[in-house]
Every structure is written in structure tokens, then in C-alpha cells.
């Protein structure tokens, strides 16, 4: 039976979690629509994007053998999070002189980049640490990541509430008048602070960045595991590719994470188009993160009882399906239920690789071998997306009244889905039973029956 997680390690997994995806989701639901305004054209925005692959360039040669084999990852967390806060607070000031000079989009590239360089490796970092903490990761890591979604929801419904506060405070006073005179005294209280920007998106992520910098002082402390064997970890994590099925999930993986960035590029200018107000999309498009909440609590009863592979292809039909709802554009319910859909897609594809990645390598190469996959899927074909979504963004835009024409935008990624489910369902064999094992596997994992190689390792 596996050990009981304590409840000083759950909050502080939690907490790091929280403030880990809060930073994203202050500004990922916001940023195309922020660009848009800022006169950032379809093709510079999808150049933005794609530039957060620099990040992922130097993670597996770089984070993951510092992490690995020289410094704590919670330390490295640190150092990353006040860099990250610091550029943060930069590029609204670079995209306010862009706006204004259309002459220094190279500054706004390389901000963009340097945030990457900061922020992108610690998602796997922190996954990483996670996975390493957690006596049993397949039946724990759900209830802890769900917080991720929590601090996602949060900053998406805070930005909104406070970029549309003249509205909220409106409607509270009109539904609620007994709220008059504390509404009053809240607004002469904070009436030094100025009145909102689009531009706060970036100061709300610099604060929780900052703050998640200071936090990672109280995490457990995670060194690096040594190992003299070997003493470049991602080199040997490169092993791993002789097992067929481990590449086909990882190629599999790769190809899909090519068609998520349309979602990101173009599903925010879709609500907007459909009717949404801009400063109520960060919020309508926490819909997205309700579903994580079930996908997570319910994931491992999914691999327990159908297996990685079934489970992996219940994502990518998530997938197809949500693609397939865009492209049909109205009605508005059916749009929403494409955003709704966004815990399946999410959790039974990225999260269950994670998962699997983790059980099949030794524990003094996790951080490399998460970063590796954060690297193929983040760093290589995530950008590659970006820049073919926005070309193809541009394509699709009827030049008399700027409208898009999402039906066909939205009709590429659906197709190529069906095509990978059809695929993979061929090529990817059964789960294999446990004795077939053939990757390097944590020889603590062999005698721990709370090990995650228990459950997944046999599921290839």
C-alpha cells in the first residue's frame, strides 16, 4: 500500500502548482487579444509565440543537467521565477514604444524569448519535483496539480474582474444595494491605484512570479541525485529511444502538440468575434480549467481500468472533437463546449506522458528526461504551430471587413487530428504486462510496490 501524502508536503506542492500555472493564466488567455490591440499583426504574433522555443532549446542540455547533477531544483526555481517577474514588467513597455514607433518589434522578440529562457523550463522542473516527492505519483500528482488549475481560474477571473471593474461594480450595486456604502468605502481605499490597463495582465503574472520566486524557500528540499555513472544525464536519457513504443508515444505526442497553439493563437479572437466582450474572455475561457478538476481526480481509475493507450486516445479524440466545434463557429454553446473541453485534452495526453516519462527513467535523470519532452513538444513543435497558425490566421481573414473565416481555420487541425487518431490507434500496440520492460528503470522502483512503474511501466 502506498504511503499517505503528508499534509505539509501537499500544501506545499499545492501552493507551488497555484502559483506555477496562475502566472500563465494571467496572461495566456489575454495576450492574442492584448497584441491585437497593441497593432501586433496575425504573423508578429505567432513570431512571439513561437519564440518561447529559445527556452526550451538550452532546457535539456542545460536545466536538466544543472538540475540533475549540480544544483537543487528548488533553488533553480527560485532564480528563474525573479528573472521571469523582472521581464515580465518589461515588455509592456517595449509593446507601448512598439505601438507608438512600429520600430522595435526585435526588442519585443527578445523580451518575449529571455521570458521563455526564465519561465518555459520550470514547468517540467516542477513536474520533476513533483514526481519525486510524491510516495505514489500516479494516485497523488491528480489532487495536487488540480491546483494549477485553481491558480489558473484565479488569475483569469481576477484579470477580467478587474479590467471590467466599472461593470462589476455596476452590476453589484444594482442587484445588491445594500453593498453601497461598502463598495464606497472599498473604492475611496484603493482609489490611488490606477485605473486599469490591458497592459496589467503582465504586472498580475510579475506578481505572482515574484511571489512564487519567494516561495520556492519553503518547497522540499530536492538536490540533485548522485549518480557517477553517468555525468551527462541528458545524453543518457537519449537511451530511452531504442524502446519502438516509447518513440512512437513520444513522436505521436510531438506531431499533436504542433496543433495546440491554434487553440491559444486564435480561440480568444474566436469568442470575440462570437459576441464576448475582450475583458470577460480571461474569464469565459477559465470554462476550459473547470474540466481539469474531474480529468485529474479521475485519471488514474481511467489507467487503471483502460490502460495508457486507450486512455492517450481518449485525448486526442477530445481533441478532434473540440477542433471540430470551432470550425463550426455557432452556435456560441457549442464554441463554449470546445473550451470546456480543455481538461480532457490536457490531462489525458500531456499529463499521462508525463506520468509515463517519469516511470520509466532512473531518478538522477527526471529532471532531464522531463525537459527533454517539455523540449520536443514545447520547444520545437509548439513554435512550429505558432508560426503556421498565425501565416494560416492570415490567410483566413477577409480583408474587406476583417473578419475570420474560423470554419476553415480551424478545419486544418481537426483533420490532422483524425488522421494521427487513426494512426496511432494502428501503430501503438497493446499494453504490454510489466516483465517486458526493456528502458532504464530506477532500481528503487523494481522493490517499491508504491512506485508509478507499477502501473505504467507495463502500459506502453
Given at each position: 500500500?502506498?504511503?499517505r501524502?503528508?499534509?505539509?508536503?501537499?500544501w506545499?506542492l499545492s501552493?507551488l502548482?497555484a502559483?506555477q500555472?496562475?502566472?500563465?493564466?494571467?496572461?495566456l488567455t489575454?495576450?492574442?487579444l492584448?497584441l491585437?490591440?497593441k497593432?501586433?499583426h496575425?504573423e508578429g504574433r505567432?513570431?512571439l509565440m513561437?519564440?518561447?522555443?529559445?527556452?526550451?532549446?538550452l532546457?535539456?542540455l542545460?536545466v536538466?543537467?544543472i538540475?540533475?547533477?549540480?544544483?537543487a531544483?528548488e533553488?533553480?526555481?527560485?532564480f528563474s521565477?525573479f528573472i521571469?517577474?523582472?521581464t515580465l514588467?518589461?515588455i509592456p513597455?517595449?509593446?507601448?514604444?512598439y505601438q507608438?514607433t512600429?520600430e522595435n518589434f526585435?526588442v519585443?522578440l527578445?523580451?518575449?524569448?529571455?521570458?521563455?529562457?526564465?519561465?518555459?523550463?520550470t514547468i517540467?522542473?516542477?513536474?520533476?519535483l513533483?514526481f519525486?516527492?510524491l510516495?505514489?505519483?500516479d494516485?497523488?500528482?491528480g489532487?495536487?496539480?488540480?491546483?494549477g488549475?485553481?491558480g489558473w481560474?484565479?488569475?483569469g477571473?481576477?484579470?477580467s474582474?478587474?479590467?471590467?471593474?466599472t461593470e462589476?461594480h455596476?452590476?453589484l450595486?444594482?442587484n445588491?444595494?445594500?453593498l453601497?456604502?461598502?463598495?464606497?468605502?472599498?473604492?475611496y481605499?484603493f482609489?490611488?491605484?490606477?485605473?486599469?490597463?490591458s497592459?496589467d495582465c503582465?504586472r498580475i503574472a510579475?506578481?505572482l512570479?515574484?511571489a512564487?520566486?519567494?516561495?520556492?524557500?519553503f518547497?522540499p528540499s530536492?538536490?540533485p541525485?548522485?549518480?557517477?555513472?553517468?555525468?551527462?544525464?541528458?545524453l543518457?536519457?537519449?537511451?530511452?529511444?531504442r524502446n519502438?513504443?516509447f518513440?512512437?508515444?513520444?513522436?505521436?505526442?510531438?506531431?499533436?502538440?504542433m496543433?495546440?497553439p491554434?487553440y491559444t493563437?486564435e480561440v480568444?479572437?474566436?469568442?470575440?468575434q462570437?459576441?464576448f466582450d475582450d475583458?470577460?474572455i480571461?474569464a469565459v475561457m477559465?470554462i476550459?480549467?473547470?474540466?481539469?478538476f474531474?480529468?485529474?481526480l479521475?485519471l488514474?481509475?481511467?489507467?487503471?481500468?483502460?490502460?495508457?493507450?486507450?486512455?492517450?486516445?481518449?485525448?486526442m479524440?477530445?481533441?478532434?472533437?473540440r477542433?471540430?466545434f470551432?470550425?463550426?463557429?455557432?452556435p456560441?454553446?457549442?464554441?463554449l463546449a470546445g473550451v470546456?473541453?480543455h481538461g480532457?485534452?490536457?490531462?489525458f495526453?500531456?499529463?499521462?506522458?508525463q506520468?509515463?516519462?517519469d516511470?520509466k527513467?532512473r531518478?538522477d535523470?527526471?529532471?532531464?528526461?522531463?525537459?527533454?519532452?517539455?523540449f520536443?513538444?514545447m520547444?520545437?513543435?509548439?513554435?512550429?504551430g505558432f508560426?503556421?497558425g498565425?501565416?494560416?490566421?492570415?490567410?483566413?481573414?477577409?480583408?474587406?471587413?476583417g473578419v475570420?473565416?474560423y470554419r476553415?481555420f480551424?478545419a486544418?487541425?481537426a483533420?490532422?487530428?483524425?488522421?494521427l487518431l487513426?494512426?496511432y490507434w494502428?501503430?501503438?500496440?497493446?499494453?504490454e504486462?510489466r516483465?517486458?520492460?526493456?528502458?532504464?528503470?530506477?532500481p528503487e522502483?523494481?522493490?517499491?510496490p508504491?512506485s508509478?512503474?507499477?502501473?505504467?511501466?507495463?502500459?506502453?
Amino acid at each position: 500500500m502506498a504511503a499517505r501524502l503528508s499534509w505539509r508536503l501537499r500544501w506545499k506542492l499545492s501552493v507551488l502548482w497555484a502559483l506555477q500555472w496562475g502566472i500563465t493564466g494571467a496572461v495566456l488567455t489575454y495576450l492574442p487579444l492584448y497584441l491585437d490591440e497593441k497593432g501586433v499583426h496575425e504573423e508578429g504574433r505567432g513570431q512571439l509565440m513561437a519564440v518561447s522555443a529559445i527556452g526550451l532549446w538550452l532546457a535539456p542540455l542545460v536545466v536538466g543537467q544543472i538540475c540533475d547533477r549540480w544544483l537543487a531544483t528548488e533553488k533553480y526555481l527560485a532564480f528563474s521565477h525573479f528573472i521571469g517577474g523582472l521581464t515580465l514588467i518589461s515588455i509592456p513597455i517595449a509593446t507601448e514604444i512598439y505601438q507608438k514607433t512600429g520600430e522595435n518589434f526585435s526588442v519585443l522578440l527578445t523580451l518575449f524569448g529571455l521570458y521563455a529562457v526564465a519561465y518555459i523550463p520550470t514547468i517540467p522542473l516542477a513536474s520533476s519535483l513533483t514526481f519525486r516527492h510524491l510516495p505514489d505519483p500516479d494516485a497523488q500528482f491528480g489532487s495536487v496539480r488540480v491546483w494549477g488549475t485553481v491558480g489558473w481560474m484565479l488569475a483569469g477571473l481576477s484579470l477580467s474582474l478587474w479590467l471590467g471593474r466599472t461593470e462589476a461594480h455596476r452590476w453589484l450595486l444594482s442587484n445588491y444595494p445594500q453593498l453601497r456604502g461598502l463598495m464606497a468605502e472599498i473604492t475611496y481605499t484603493f482609489a490611488w491605484l490606477s485605473p486599469p490597463s490591458s497592459s496589467d495582465c503582465f504586472r498580475i503574472a510579475a506578481l505572482l512570479s515574484f511571489a512564487l520566486s519567494t516561495f520556492c524557500g519553503f518547497l522540499p528540499s530536492t538536490p540533485p541525485v548522485r549518480n557517477e555513472r553517468a555525468s551527462i544525464a541528458p545524453l543518457q536519457v537519449l537511451r530511452m529511444f531504442r524502446n519502438r513504443q516509447f518513440t512512437l508515444l513520444i513522436s505521436v505526442t510531438f506531431l499533436l502538440a504542433m496543433v495546440v497553439p491554434f487553440y491559444t493563437l486564435e480561440v480568444p479572437k474566436l469568442l470575440a468575434q462570437s459576441g464576448f466582450d475582450d475583458k470577460w474572455i480571461p474569464a469565459v475561457m477559465t470554462i476550459g480549467q473547470v474540466s481539469e478538476f474531474p480529468a485529474l481526480l479521475f485519471l488514474p481509475l481511467f489507467l487503471r481500468w483502460f490502460g495508457l493507450k486507450a486512455t492517450f486516445a481518449l485525448g486526442m479524440a477530445a481533441w478532434l472533437l473540440r477542433y471540430s466545434f470551432f470550425a463550426m463557429e455557432q452556435p456560441r454553446s457549442l464554441v463554449l463546449a470546445g473550451v470546456a473541453l480543455h481538461g480532457v485534452c490536457h490531462v489525458f495526453l500531456i499529463v499521462v506522458i508525463q506520468l509515463y516519462i517519469d516511470s520509466k527513467c532512473r531518478r538522477d535523470l527526471r529532471a532531464s528526461a522531463q525537459n527533454l519532452f517539455a523540449f520536443l513538444t514545447m520547444g520545437i513543435a509548439m513554435p512550429a504551430g505558432f508560426l503556421f497558425g498565425g501565416k494560416l490566421a492570415e490567410w483566413c481573414i477577409d480583408r474587406s471587413t476583417g473578419v475570420t473565416d474560423y470554419r476553415s481555420f480551424f478545419a486544418v487541425p481537426a483533420a490532422f487530428v483524425l488522421a494521427l487518431l487513426i494512426f496511432y490507434w494502428k501503430a501503438i500496440g497493446p499494453d504490454e504486462p510489466r516483465k517486458s520492460e526493456t528502458l532504464p528503470v530506477d532500481p528503487e522502483a523494481a522493490h517499491n510496490p508504491a512506485s508509478p512503474t507499477t502501473t505504467l511501466a507495463g502500459s506502453e
